[in-house]
């Protein structure tokens, strides 16, 4: 069975790092565009960040841009989220997301009709 599956995240203070991974099994996504959402308690889910098949077209949210760096490796079908200088806004549930035909630009926009979702790893972040 095709699964997404996320790893990585936990408990930080303020100002710390993380490193979310997200690896396929079941079959190659070295062709999808992949991303990272996430969903905070009583919000909406939001875009985090995308990552076009070559790595070489990426765009992240505003809230996250400096601060969080996506990277990709198709050889380990493998997504990452590099998450540095933490705040307590980026508390949330994170998904990653792989699409077939969607691009990186436009991903935020679209997430309600990707194709296939991770189960999410929890991120909080103390103050």
């Known amino acids: 069975q095709v699964q997404l599956v996320e790893s990585g995240g936990g408990l930080v203070q303020a100002g710390g790092s993380l490193r979310l991974s997200c690896a396929a099994s079941g079959r190659t996504y070295s062709s999808y565009t992949k991303g990272w959402f996430r969903q905070a308690p009583g919000k909406e889910r939001e875009f985090v960040a995308s990552?076009?098949?070559?790595?070489?077209?990426?765009y992240y949210a505003d809230s996250v841009k400096g601060r969080f760096t996506i990277s990709r490796d198709n050889g380990k079908n493998t997504v990452y989220l590099q998450m540095n200088s933490l705040k307590p806004e980026d508390t949330a549930v994170y998904y990653c997301v792989a699409d077939p035909v969607t691009p990186a630009q436009s991903m935020a926009g679209r997430f309600r009709n990707l194709e296939r979702w991770g189960q999410g790893t929890l991120v909080t972040v103390s103050s």
């Open positions: 990552i076009n098949w070559s790595g070489g077209s990426i």
